[in-house]
């Protein structure tokens, strides 16, 4: 069986300021991830278009799209993606804002340590996994459910006997339920 590789997650900082894009990118280098960086947010979003980020972090203030318009817009288009804003203007409002309407997993106001950074970062990516597990194990249980509904429908009755740990066993063939699905509906 062909053994499956993980995609890296990818990481993308939006600042106007190239200087500040710069000093992230040296702070975040060695991590394990696919690092980005757009000067906007037009440019972000066209990042965005190409493949699938992670998490963006973003400055507030930049012209021609506000933080709070950029993840407005990513949350609507790549609702996956987990986003964060980093900003020097700290303004209770615009972080309210920002929260309510771009779906915003963090608030971070600058200046801030390096390790800060790299830990809220990684806090977001593991919150990004769990979601995408939960997603995941969400499909499986659907499935299930349906494959059970179809031979419950073909064989009335055939699903009411349980046994340890709640698992179904299906009388006439004394298989579990797990062993059935594999049986008639192989992977």
Not at 97 to 103: D, K, L, Q, R, S
């Amino acid at each position: 069986m062909a053994e499956t590789r993980e995609r890296q997650h990818t990481v993308m900082l939006v600042d106007d300021e190239e200087k500040l894009l710069a000093a992230l990118s040296r702070v975040l280098r060695k991590e394990h991830y696919s690092l980005i960086t757009a000067r906007s947010g037009p440019d972000a979003l066209g990042h965005m278009a190409k493949g699938p980020v992670d998490v963006v972090v973003t400055d507030q203030q930049m012209p021609g799209m506000t933080g709070i318009e950029l993840l407005r817009r990513v949350k609507a288009r790549y609702p996956d993606t987990i986003r964060m804003v980093l900003t020097g203007h700290a303004d209770i409002c615009v972080a309210a804002a920002t929260i309510n309407e771009g779906g915003v997993y963090r608030f971070i106001t600058k200046p801030v340590q390096d390790e800060d950074l790299k830990l809220a970062i990684r806090h977001a990516l593991a919150q990004h996994d769990l979601l995408k597990e939960n997603k995941r194990l969400l499909r499986e249980v659907k499935t299930r459910d349906r494959l059970l509904e179809e031979l419950e429908h073909e064989h009335p009755g055939i699903t009411t006997k349980r046994v340890s740990a709640g698992a179904l066993m299906v009388e006439e063939t004394g298989l579990s339920l797990d062993e059935l699905i594999l049986r008639y509906f192989p992977r």
